[in-house]
Each structure stands twice: as C-alpha cells, then as structure tokens.
C-alpha cells in the first residue's frame, strides 16, 4: 500500500514555466515532508523540507504548498530551467520514527 | 569529505549467486539505510538501522540480510540472488531526527 501517491509521473515544461508536483499522504502521523531531487546516474539529494505548522515554505526557485486538512503537498519551481530537469521525490515521516516513505516519482524535462 | 560510498557500482549476477553490496559514510550518522529503486514505485526501504547494533525490516525485506558492521559501515547481502531483485539499491545516513538523509550513488543490479 503505496502511502505517499505522487503525481503526475512525467513532465515536459518549457524554459521559464512552473511545473507543479503533486502529493498526497495518508497517514495523520507524518510531520515532515521533504523534497528530493535526483540526477541521472545520482543519489538522490534533499531539495528542500515543510513541516505541517507552515502552509508555504520557499528557497530560492523552489516552493513547498502544504495543505494539512487535504493531506496533499506540493513542489512549485519558479522560471524553471533546463538544469532542473531531473526526477523528483516527494516523501514524509513521523518525526520520532527513523524511516522515510517516497512516493513513486516525477521525471521532469525543462525543454530550453 | 566523501560522504555515502557504495560498492560495487555496477553488478551483474545469475540467478542464485549470492553477493554483499557495501555501503560506508564517514560523517559520523546514526541512522542508515538500504532502499531500491524500481520505474514506477519509487525508493522502497529494504532495511534500516536506527543505531550501531540495531537493524529493523522496511517494506520490502524478503530476500535480503543486513549487517550494521559498525557505525560507519551498514552492508546488504543477497543470499540467493533473483530477476525480481535487479534494480538500483541506494545506502543513505541521517545524523539525527531533524536532519534529511544523505545518499550514496547507487549500486546498479542485474540478475540474468
């Protein structure tokens, strides 16, 4: 049972749009959502992380939407460029638990 | 600073050969971690470890042991390898609960 559902799988924006990644979560214990992005042939590499006492939280290009009431969170970037195009996670856990739950990814593509 | 180092990078196996994956951080972490990456599904934890001397089951056990050799040091072996099993195992450290996981580059698996 998938408990992070991630959407949509793929993206293809062009140079400067905003693409928007989507997530919903189903357990009311989760307290930290973070973002991962990862490069082909990389780990993946913390972007940037909301908890649910914020609605918004940005750093530079990159913004974290969280809606406690709806269960869903999302990632915005800002005049996305083609060195954003990579696959991004979304993900959350219970603080005082150790293990991080993913959900299935975003390949996006930032067409120059 | 090398961060999370994962041997081997590449690895191809037949079906039933055994073989341990390393995984080695050098920031002093706590909490490491073996996951899987599959198209589709995301990063699927395999197993954990809290602390030195503790391991614990993720989503997706079967098949697989684990050794927490030291603080440093945190090892996946595959017993009796399968095709289920090929894909990309990431090792990655956390230092604490308020901090993301640092992860290695991968280790790219191919059971024939």
């Known amino acids: 049972q998938q408990q992070v559902k991630q959407s949509p799988q793929s993206l293809i924006v062009q140079k400067g749009g905003i693409p928007i990644i989507n997530c919903a979560y189903e357990?009311?214990?989760?307290?930290?959502f973070p973002w991962y992005q990862q490069f082909p042939g990389k780990g993946p590499a913390l972007l940037i992380a909301i908890r649910p006492d914020v609605s918004e939280k940005k750093e530079g290009r990159f913004t974290i939407s969280f809606n406690k009431s709806a269960k869903q969170f999302s990632l915005h970037i800002m005049d996305s460029q083609p060195g954003d195009s990579a696959t991004y996670f979304c993900a959350a856990r219970v603080t005082s638990g150790s293990r991080l739950t993913f959900g299935e990814g975003t390949q996006l593509t930032v067409n120059p | 600073n090398a961060g999370v180092t994962q041997t081997p990078k590449f690895q191809v196996l037949k079906t039933g050969q055994s073989m341990t994956l390393q995984c080695a951080q050098d920031?002093?972490?706590?909490?490491m971690y073996w996951y899987r990456q599959d198209p589709g599904m995301g990063l699927r934890l395999i197993y954990y470890?809290?602390?030195?001397?503790?391991?614990d089951k993720g989503e997706v056990p079967n098949g697989y042991n684990v050794s927490r050799l030291n603080k440093r040091e945190f090892s996946l072996r595959l017993e009796s390898a399968a095709p289920s099993q090929t894909s990309v195992y990431f090792c990655?450290?956390?230092?604490?609960?308020?901090?993301?996981?640092?992860f290695g580059s991968g280790t790219r698996l191919t059971v024939v």
């Open positions: 470890s809290a602390s030195e001397g503790t391991t």
């Open positions: 357990n009311t214990a989760f307290d930290y």
């Open positions: 990655a450290s956390r230092r604490g609960e308020r901090y993301g996981y640092t």
């Open positions: 920031m002093n972490h706590n909490s």
